[in-house]
Nanobody, 123 residues
Framework: FQLVESGGGLVQPGGSLRLSCAASGFILDYYAIGWFRQAPGKEREGILCISSSGDSTNYDDSVKGRFTISRDNAKKQVYLQMNSLKPEDTAIYYC?????????????????WGQGTQVTVSS
């Protein structure tokens, strides 16, 4: 199982980014994928998860209405679309796979992780 995030960078407040999570070494269709983030000095926290059937679950009220998660199993990609970005969204963003079909909130239940991609929101 391998996951590789991309799409991070520096963006001004109010801007948008789309993060991608490329999966390899396993059949993406079967598993739920979560997006997490970790800001300096804080614990890693769950943002959004998408089940194998495509249902999304939001774990962070601060991103409601701004972030969406989607998946393209044929391309073996999971995306995190981030709009109306705020400085407090600055963090390293990770995708991870849990070895089941349904979403789980706890990072401890995710078996494989990408290396992370830095998102910095600043003017």
């Amino acid at each position: 199982f391998q996951l590789v995030e991309s799409g991070g960078g520096l963006v001004q407040p109010g801007g948008s980014l789309r993060l991608s999570c490329a999966a390899s070494g396993f059949i993406l269709d079967y598993y739920a994928i979560g997006w997490f983030r970790q800001a300096p000095g804080k614990e890693r926290e769950g943002i959004l998860c998408i089940s194998s059937s495509g249902d999304s679950t939001n774990y962070d009220d601060s991103v409601k209405g701004r972030f969406t998660i989607s998946r393209d199993n044929a391309k073996k990609q999971v995306y995190l679309q981030m709009n109306s970005l705020k400085p407090e969204d600055t963090a390293i963003y990770y995708c991870a796979v849990t070895i089941q079909a349904m979403c789980i909130k706890s990072p401890n239940e995710y078996a494989y992780w990408g290396q992370g991609t830095q998102v910095t929101v600043s003017s």
